[in-house]
């Protein structure tokens, strides 16, 4: 069965550094891969979407990369501020419309 | 920007009772989408619709129904409420646009945080 894997375990990181989120899917072929940012007590917010044929897509402090053959998305946050601290979920197309999100990665960028 | 607008943030309800909770979103999305989240276990679609009346089973729909009578609302129904279902419900809209593959964001409320006692 489809199976998506984030880091459970939270990624500390001091500000000013650049944070590392990984997603690995198996027994899956996505067309696009998307990530979301959720922060305690709200809904996801869309961040980024990748589709296979892309490598890599940028917007502002974020760099996401979609490796077809690992089946893994890198999702990078260059600069990073306190303020980035959140779970961050990265989602794979699913059925009709659908996505299957990962269990998300909480990320804790002290000052 | 989208506003997608749950009814209630926090919802405490008794075991048999008949739960509705209630999706508002204002950008006239075709597809609409109920999730459940728990710790360890993260988001899980229970329903979605992709039209008025049309409803799809997600991955866990045991135990729940949907309602989409217009476009704009999609409404979640525990029809006899039980403690397992002692959640955060998440709705969620999304655009159509051909040709996409289905491949658009999705866009969410914040949620209900649902007790079941």
């Known amino acids: 069965s489809q199976k998506i894997e984030q880091n459970s375990e939270a990624l500390n990181i001091q500000e000013g550094k650049t944070a590392t989120l990984t997603c690995n899917y198996t027994n899956y072929s996505p067309a696009y891969l998307q990530w979301y940012r959720q922060d305690p007590g709200r809904g996801p917010v869309f961040l980024l979407l990748?589709?296979?044929?892309?490598k890599e897509k940028r917007k502002e402090r974020l760099k996401v990369t979609f490796d077809t053959t690992l089946k893994q998305s890198l999702f990078h946050i260059t600069a990073s501020q306190p303020a980035d601290s959140a779970t961050y979920l990265c989602?794979?197309?699913?059925?009709?419309?659908?996505?299957?999100f990962g269990k998300g990665t909480m990320l804790l960028v002290s000052p | 920007d989208v506003k997608v607008t749950q009814s209630s943030r926090y919802l405490v309800k008794r075991t048999g009772e008949k739960v509705f909770l209630e999706c508002v979103q204002d950008?006239?999305?075709?597809?609409m989408f109920w999730y459940r989240q728990d710790p360890g276990l993260g988001l899980r679609l229970i329903y979605f619709?992709?039209?008025?009346?049309?409803?799809e089973k997600g991955d866990i729909p045991e135990g729940y129904s949907v309602s989409r009578e217009k476009k704009e609302r999609f409404s979640l129904i525990l029809e006899s409420a039980s403690t397992n279902q002692t959640s955060m419900y998440l709705c969620a809209s999304s655009l159509i646009v051909a040709g996409t593959r289905g491949n658009q964001p999705q866009h969410f409320g914040d949620g209900t945080r649902l007790s079941i006692l």
């Open positions: 950008m006239d999305h075709e597809n």
């Open positions: 619709s992709y039209d008025v009346k049309m409803k």
């Open positions: 990748i589709r296979e044929n892309e």
């Open positions: 989602a794979l197309q699913g059925g009709y419309s659908t996505l299957t």
